[in-house]
């Protein structure tokens, strides 16, 4: 029997009450969720309701549904939620609740770790690293040497500390009730299945010692690592609800050396590596540049990366929404609001490339006044999007049409699969903007 689904629980801000005494407590067999209707759902065993999307696909997902007591974990700093997570060849189902916001930037004692800290004994120095890989001296050719050999072991350094490894059935799940999150950190979700991430806020994920690269474009760029969120060769993975920023250093606040902006964020949710089955919906991007990469190259995984991504809001976000090759994407009643936000300013929503084939049908966009509908996709002349029933500021508008009129690289208006799995999906995207505020991201704070 499918499980019940969670749409009427996590409804709105409104309807939603948590049991006093657990909410308190973060702790015991389960938080119990009621909605108005006063039906009872148990947020941390829950799995994802049939026909949910690719996610629902095959034995569907899970996640720790089944963990005994001895796998259930509430935890509130980064060494707690490293022991909970344990090992990656540790399969047994296992429930990690988040209760509070963790800190990756923190060592086992929970004291606070700098950059400054994880440069220390490598011999990394942000002025010595300018000054030996300035293109006016060194030329356009990739980093080398004693600087970029720092580099790096100050970066392995970080990484071992923010990156943490999540294992096959698994849910993580924030607590109700107590600001749940995890800031600086990254959940990589690599080469196992069946994980649930649900109610988590993602902030603040930065790379203390981005890469110059020369050879990046015409003018070169700072590349950064750690995604909030990163799938790799992953399936069967569910994420709802969350709620992923920059939150507080928002890209107009970083500097620029060599003429580009030094970047030290990377992606918010990222699908590649062959990853599949893949759910994402009622979550919140916000705040963000390259949020969400579907495929890590041209060649990523032909017959995987099929995905389905509905009712998120996505709102100051510059591109990548997603950007989508190869793979099955199924775009669905999610809400993008256009409007320039702490001065994230949007170049694009959808890039279908790659023989992307995308089916993209009953979603909002809110565009200020002067901005283009042509500018809401992009490609590369292969990809593929298909579906209908786009408002453009509340006008039915056929966003392709648009794109294709105005663009030397034909958009594809059809494809080669037809989305059966499409729970939830509404008739009409009229009641998006008023919905969706209400009912995405981390919601049950």
């Known amino acids: 029997m499918a499980a019940p689904s969670h749409r009427r629980s996590l409804r709105t801000r409104r309807t939603l009450v948590v049991t006093a005494a657990v909410a308190a407590a973060g702790v015991g067999a389960g938080v119990i969720v009621m909605n108005a209707n006063a039906n009872p759902v148990d947020l941390y065993h829950q799995t994802l309701p049939a026909k949910d999307g690719w996610a629902a696909s095959g034995a569907g997902t899970t996640g720790g549904a089944k963990a005994d007591s001895a796998h259930t974990f509430t935890v509130s700093t980064r060494a707690q ?5 344990g090992s990656a060849s540790d399969t047994a189902p296992r429930i990690i609740k988040v209760k509070g916001t963790i800190d990756a930037n923190t060592n086992d004692a929970g004291k606070k770790l700098t950059c400054a800290g994880y440069a220390s004994g490598t011999g990394y120095s942000p002025a010595s690293y300018l000054k030996a890989y300035d293109p006016a001296t060194y030329g356009k050719k990739a980093p080398s040497g004693t600087q970029e050999n720092a580099r790096q ?29 995890i800031k600086g950190g990254s959940l990589q979700v690599q080469n196992v299945k069946n994980v649930i991430i649900r109610n988590l806020t993602f902030s603040a994920t930065e790379d203390c010692f981005p890469q110059w690269d020369p050879t990046d474009g015409s003018a070169g760029e700072w590349n950064s690592n750690y995604d909030s969120v990163t799938l790799r060769g992953a399936t069967n993975v569910w994420a709802d609800h969350n709620t992923f920023t920059d939150e507080p250093t928002f890209d107009k606040a970083l500097k620029t050396y060599f003429g580009r902006k030094y970047q030290i964020h990377d992606g918010a949710l990222d699908i590649t590596n062959g990853s599949d089955l893949v759910t994402v919906e009622r979550n919140v ?8 990469l579907i495929g890590s190259s041209d060649t990523d995984s032909v017959g995987k990366l099929r995905v389905t991504i509905h009712h998120n809001v996505w709102k100051g976000i510059v591109q990548r929404a997603p950007l989508a090759r190869i793979g099955q994407v199924h775009l669905y009643n999610n809400l993008y609001d256009t409007t320039n936000l702490n001065g994230y300013v949007p170049k694009y929503s959808l890039d279908s490339r790659a023989k992307a084939q995308v089916v993209a049908e009953r979603n909002a966009w809110v565009l200020p006044s002067g901005a283009k509908v042509a500018k809401l996709l992009s490609g590369d002349g292969t990809g593929s999007v298909a579906g209908g029933g786009n408002l453009v500021n509340g006008t039915t508008t056929d966003i392709v049409a648009a794109y294709n009129a105005a663009s030397s690289k034909k958009m594809k208006t059809t494809v080669n699969w037809k989305p ?15 919905e969706l505020t209400a009912t995405t991201g981390a919601v049950l704070r």
């Open 81 to 85: 939620l490293v022991k909970a997570l």
């Open 153 to 181: 072991a100050a970066e392995a350094k970080q990484k071992k500390n923010i990156v943490f490894k999540v294992p096959a059935n698994t849910t993580i799940v924030g607590v109700p009730g107590t600001n749940a999150g």
């Open 285 to 292: 991007f916000t705040c963000h540049d390259k949020t969400m």
């Open 420 to 434: 059966t799995l499409t729970a939830g999906l509404q008739t009409s995207a009229k009641n998006l903007v008023t």
